[in-house]
């Protein structure tokens, strides 16, 4: 039978459609019947392991759970038969043997899978009168807590880790009435995609451990919003109570993000009440850091940007909403000044392109061969890695060429080569592609590369992505110029992975200018600084610590307190962080999603485009007079309207600037590392993901430099020089050393890339 | 795409499988995984412990269900999943003679409640002990399949079906 024919059944006396071969529970899901279940997710493999799904179907002398059985035509089904009822209220009586009865100190209280059921199938006193068996509770990390007693084995969690995050971390020890989940021996659950677990989990056996006994399921008011780490633009449901965020859920969007959520996304909101954040402004008189008032502050703020004038420069995170980055642009062109950029991270502007997806999300999944130039998509953009996870599992073609080798959760081709080689092997394949030009023409074409080009030209859909660690390349503009002459002779689709929940949002409008260097390389008379932290969200924080100290006058709106921001800063304004205030973010394949406030904003804060209105205002500006943040996207609207991106970049540029040095920096931002919330998010700075500040290099070039592991040892880039221990890690290619960016320990280097020099310490 | 239709294997497969446990070892592992499609190496796992179990004096340890693991690219926990599971697998040390006993339905309604007590009581141990000179292991176990000749128990690779306290005594009298 074909996948698509439909099929007439009946059930409970009603005839509902359903496609051929599709399982009992699904149709019937589809037509609003309710059958009850543990053990079945839409999502995950069919295990039926819980049985308590079963239905009565004609002609079959035994009950049959609804998760495993295809329909077929003419099948009559009867949920709520004598039978069927009895069949459910028999499994429901042996599944409660052993749950505790401890619904009033669990978690899961009032939004419990087994609690509802048990309601409509429970027998009111339970005939078991043994001892129940008990479990002991593992440790399995910062962000999970387990009451392995209360499991009901459904193993959703075990088949979510094998099919979902593809990494087996839980598992089922054990036999019968001595089965347990858990890792067996003591070891942390490390996914990047962990916290779904506990959404899927039907019971309170796993349960979030930030949010462990804070409130319960009644309490919580349900608000949408847009996470705000990465370019997916996952849709969220915040939690909300008494004003305060208390836990983030995914909200379900098929076209984004599923039912998945990553951790970054859903723990990220602990840092909302960190102790670092500020909620007053900063003003530094004579050295000093002293609290002010708004006013005070926001008239010294307009006297210093009025001194700039025409010289402002206006860095922004591309975290920032479209409302902020529009009048922030706004702000500056009013001013007389173009100089504005969020693209903090890139380490290389010698062209011009759009960057965005250049497709849509779903078509992640649909690729049938895909070749990933400088990209960790894995950790960079979970949700990405996840669509890219299943494209593979269905047959997709995976490549990567990387500085550093990536521990991967599905089979793909790696091509690990120093930095300064990249392009070498981005030409290769160009030219295995058949693609002629500089650079191409002198590759040289291995076995590897004509795979990887053959694979891209025969599939029906290809596609080539640049992530984070090609745009924060030195030679960034080579790489795209090869990779658009590689989509051309293949026919793949050019993408990009941009880094930011508004990448795109910043680019349509126009909060791009020239770059870094021409914003840096000269110091402004003034500068504005959105959601930076100069130590950690820059390229080169060397370079920018030094334009921003040589500057008149800095003012900087900011979420929360931060030596890097104290040391450059003159005036610091507390804005509203995720959460707190409404906005647009547009996601890295075009989407335009708009969010409320889901609280009010944290003490004296403000949402930033507020407090850019009235500096507008302030500064005698035309045009700062919008009431709502909604009159403010209708005009960026307008502004963006007609504006396209194109991932082509504008020149060709084919000359390699970052040459073979003897020890090359690769500085990749770690996931949890991305931006001022997720670093003051304690939970997640607790987990393995949070890598820390270190020298991590193989075996063999630790020893030509006289390092072992655990050694601390002298770091000089660009003439500054910092202490750091040293980690052995076979995935570094010889001549390199990875020194990741954004984390403590690195706010005084150099570029992201580039050359460097060990020694002893 | 679930446990059922693809294996559950690693993604990079270990190197050095060479330098994992003896050459015969290796050479008996391989025979079964011979006996599989080549991506289904991880079928291998069942004789895979039993051989490795053999070899390490009857029991298996942390460390050599993660050397299966590695040799058989599976992940750890897939290992540890399979050798709890069957109660063929030991994870601490036994006696030299390993007796299981069967106390399931037919064996039960047998007498092998009597068998049991005989046998706790002859060598001074519960079920699940093992004697203080290492000779004998209690092991209680479900259905051997022996039903017709309850009640009955094995030791090592040999049934004895039909016990009787006085059988039981010159069966255990009889080993070294
Ligand atoms: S821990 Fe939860 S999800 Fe996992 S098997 Fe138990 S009940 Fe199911
Ligand atoms: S839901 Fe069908 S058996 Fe569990
Ligand atoms: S019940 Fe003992 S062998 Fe079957």
């Given amino acids: 039978m074909s996948e698509d024919q439909t099929v007439t059944i009946e059930v409970d006396g009603r005839e509902i459609q359903a496609k051929a071969g599709q399982m009992l ?106 001892g129940k068996r008990v479990v002991m509770d593992k440790e399995i990390g910062p962000l999970i807590s387990t009451d392995l007693t209360r499991c009901i084995h459904c193993t959703r969690c075990v088949r979510f880790g094998a099919e979902i995050a593809g990494v087996r971390e839980l598992g089922a020890t054990g036999r019968g009435e001595h089965m347990t989940i858990g890792t067996y021996i ?20 796993l349960t979030s451990k930030p949010f462990r006994f804070r409130a319960r399921a009644w309490e919580l008011i349900q608000r949408d919003a847009i996470a705000p780490h990465d370019a997916v633009g996952s849709n969220l449901h915040l939690h909300v109570r008494r004003n305060e965020v208390m836990r983030v859920h995914p909200k379900e969007n098929d076209a984004v993000n599923e039912c998945w959520i990553s951790d970054r996304d859903r723990f990220s909101y602990t840092a ?57 642009r706004k702000l500056a062109n009013g001013l007389g000044s173009e100089r504005i950029e969020t693209r903090l991270r890139q380490g290389d502007f010698r062209t011009a392109a759009g960057a965005w997806l250049g497709q849509s999300v779903t078509d992640l999944e649909r690729c049938s061969a895909a070749l990933l130039i400088g990209s960790n998509v894995r950790k960079e953009q979970p949700i990405f890695g996840h669509r890219l996870r299943k494209a593979a599992l269905e047959g997709c073609d995976v490549s990567f060429i990387n500085p550093l080798e990536l521990e991967m959760n599905y089979a793909a081709r790696q091509i690990v080569t120093p930095p300064a080689a990249m392009a070498g092997e981005v030409a290769a394949v160009a030219r295995a592609a058949g693609a002629a030009g500089p650079l191409i023409d002198q590759a040289e074409v291995t076995e590897r590369h004509q795979a990887i080009a053959e694979r891209l030209k025969a599939a029906p859909a290809a596609t080539l992505l640049l992530g984070n660690l090609a745009q924060a390349h030195p030679d960034y503009a080579v790489l795209l110029t090869l990779a658009s002459a590689l989509a051309k002779a293949t026919g793949a689709v050019l993408g990009q992975l941009p880094a930011g929940a508004n990448s795109v949002g910043a680019q349509l409008v126009g909060a791009v200018g020239d770059g870094l260097d021409a914003m840096l390389a000269q110091p ?64 890295a394949e075009g989407t335009w999603q708009s969010f409320a406030g889901a609280v009010s904003p944290k003490g004296e804060t403000r949402p930033a485009w507020k407090v850019l209105r009235v500096l507008g205002n302030l500064l005698d500006l035309q045009g700062f007079d919008h009431d709502s943040s909604e009159e403010v996207l209708a005009e960026a609207r307008q502004q963006a309207e007609g504006r396209q991106l194109d991932n082509a970049p504008a020149d060709a540029v084919t000359e390699c600037r970052l040459v073979d040095a003897a020890l090359t920096r690769i500085g990749d931002v770690p996931i949890y590392a991305v931006d001022a919330l997720v670093r003051h998010a304690a939970p997640l700075q607790k987990t393995r993901d949070a890598i820390a500040a270190a020298i991590y290099i193989n075996e063999s070039e630790a020893a030509k430099a006289g390092l072992t592991a655990g050694m601390q040892a002298a770091v000089t880039q660009n003439g500054t020089r910092v202490i750091l221990p040293v980690t052995i890690d076979p995935n570094i290619p010889n001549g390199c050393v990875r020194i990741p960016a954004g984390v403590a320990g690195t706010e005084q280097l150099g570029g992201q890339f580039g050359e460097v020099t060990l020694e002893k310490a | 795409m679930g446990f059922k239709n693809a294996p ?70 897939a290992v540890y999943e399979v050798a709890t599971f069957y109660s063929m697998y030991e994870l601490k040390p036994v006696g030299r003679h390993k007796v299981c006993v069967c106390t399931n339905v037919s064996c039960m309604v047998n007498g092998s409640d009597k068998i049991v007590d005989h046998m706790e009581q002859k060598l001074g141990i519960k079920l699940g002990e093992t004697t203080e000179d290492g000779r004998y292991t209690l092991k209680e176990v479900e259905c051997l399949g022996a039903c017709g000749g309850a009640p009955m128990f094995q030791i090592g690779t040999k049934y004895y079906e039909n016990l009787t306290p006085e059988l039981v005594d010159s069966i255990l009298d009889g080993l070294e």
């Fill in chain 1, 524 to 587: 402004a008379k003034g500068y504005l600084l959105m959601g930076v932290e100069p130590g950690y969200d820059l390229w080169d924080p060397a370079a920018a610590n030094a334009a921003l100290t040589q500057s008149g006058f800095v003012v900087a709106l900011s979420g929360f307190r931060s030596e890097s921001l104290e040391a450059v800063a003159d005036v610091i304004l507390p804005v509203s962080a995720f959460a707190e205030t409404s906005g647009t973010f547009v996601n």
């Fill in chain 2, 8 to 77: 559950m294997t690693t993604v990079k497969p270990v190197e050095g499988k060479e330098n994992l446990f003896s050459p015969e070892v290796r050479a008996e592992i391989d025979s079964w995984i011979a006996k599989y499609p080549e991506q289904w190496r991880q079928s291998a796992v069942m004789a895979a412990l039993r051989i490795v179990q053999d070899a390490n004096g009857g029991y298996l340890t942390e460390a050599l269900m993660d050397q299966v693991a590695a040799y058989l690219d599976m992940p750890a926990i």
């Fill in chain 1, 25 to 130: 529970i699904d149709a019937t899901d589809a037509a609003g019947i309710n059958i009850p279940r543990f053990c079945y997710h839409k999502k995950l493999s069919v295990s039926a392991n819980c049985r308590m799904c079963l239905v009565e179907v004609a002609k079959v002398p035994k009950p049959l759970p609804a998760c495993a059985t295809p329909v077929a035509e003419g099948m009559k089904v009867q949920t709520r038969s004598p039978l069927a009822i009895a069949a459910q209220k028999g499994t429901m009586e042996f599944l409660l043997i052993n749950h505790p009865l401890d619904c009033p100190v669990c978690d899961q209280g009032g939004e419990c899978e087994l609690q509802d059921v048990a309601l409509g199938y429970g027998d009111d006193v339970s005939r078991f009168v043994e």
């Fill in chain 1, 186 to 205: 003591e070891k942390s659950v490390d996914s990047e995609l962990s916290g779904n677990m506990i959404d899927v989990c039907p019971v309170g056996s």
């Fill in chain 1, 272 to 328: 909302l009440n960190s102790a670092e954040r500020l909620d007053t402004p900063l003003v530094k008189t004579r050295g000093e850091w002293k609290e002010s008032g708004w006013h005070e502050a926001l008239t010294r703020v307009a006297s210093g940007l009025k001194e700039a004038g025409s010289d402002l420069g206006v860095l922004a995170s591309p975290g920032c909403t479209v409302e902020e980055l529009h009048l922030a």
